[in-house]
């Protein structure tokens, strides 16, 4: 996955199965086809960006000799803070941004109610640790109509800090949470999984056709182990 226009994330896939089955139409150069998504929440002092970063995964022979994927590392939601530099203008090339992990993510949904915080040191065990020092804030309003998320980025090197906070009505917060459930599938895999698992089923002709078994070709061949 790459950023695109509008800074909206881009989703590569295989020309041999994007979404909707195989050899659909709309493969461009390269034979992949791309789409940009991404949520964006627009107010007077800055602006909030949500995009889905999908899970990487690395090729490798499995047990049976068959080529495989294997998850090398999960997704995240990324966010990405703009301040306002006039009437409905943002400068994005000095954004601000923070990634979510699947856990993050499930806090936010679970406690944003009650406030919730988290904090990143992008260089955690790492010969920068300590040097820059992310903390995101999710706190409700007094009224309780919506959400301030606010990002705190502290560069101890140029000793420097920037906050920068947006307000989400619950609307907007609402229509975010639905997102972010559609979307944790793929930030786990989960959606490649199913589609490779699909897209054999579809080819007796090859091998692991109609007789596919996901769990043999994971190693589990009397079944998943739970």
């Known amino acids: 996955a790459a950023a695109g226009e509008d800074g909206l994330e881009a989703v590569q896939f295989p020309a041999a199965a994007p979404p909707g089955g195989p050899g659909e139409a709309g493969a461009g150069a390269g034979g992949q086809v791309r789409a940009y998504v991404g949520y964006r929440i627009y107010k007077g002092k800055a602006a909030l960006s949500f995009t889905p970063l999908r899970a990487t995964f690395r090729p490798f022979t499995d047990g049976r000799g068959n080529a495989a994927m294997r998850l090398d590392r999960r997704g995240s939601l990324l966010l990405e ?44 065990g790492g010969d920068g640790q300590g040097l820059v020092q992310k903390s995101l804030k999710v706190q409700p309003t007094q009224d309780a109509k919506g959400f301030f998320f606010s990002l ?13 906070s947006v307000p989400v009505s619950r609307g907007e917060f609402t229509v975010l949470s639905t997102l972010v459930t559609s979307v944790l ?4 895999g989960w959606d490649v999984w199913r589609d490779v698992v699909q897209f054999s089923q ?18 589990y061949d009397d079944g998943p182990p739970f």
């Open 81 to 124: 803070f703009a301040p306002s530099v006039g009437e409905k203008q943002y400068d994005w090339s000095s954004k601000a941004v923070f990634a979510l992990s699947l856990d993050e993510l499930g806090a936010l949904l679970a406690d944003a109610g009650d406030g919730v915080s988290f904090f990143h040191d992008p260089k955690m």
């Open 152 to 164: 705190e980025v502290r560069d101890h090197q140029r000793s420097t800090s920037n906050r920068i």
């Open 185 to 188: 599938p793929a930030l786990l």
């Open 202 to 219: 579809s080819r007796p002709e090859a091998e692991g056709g109609a007789g596919y078994d996901p769990y043999a070709q994971q190693g």
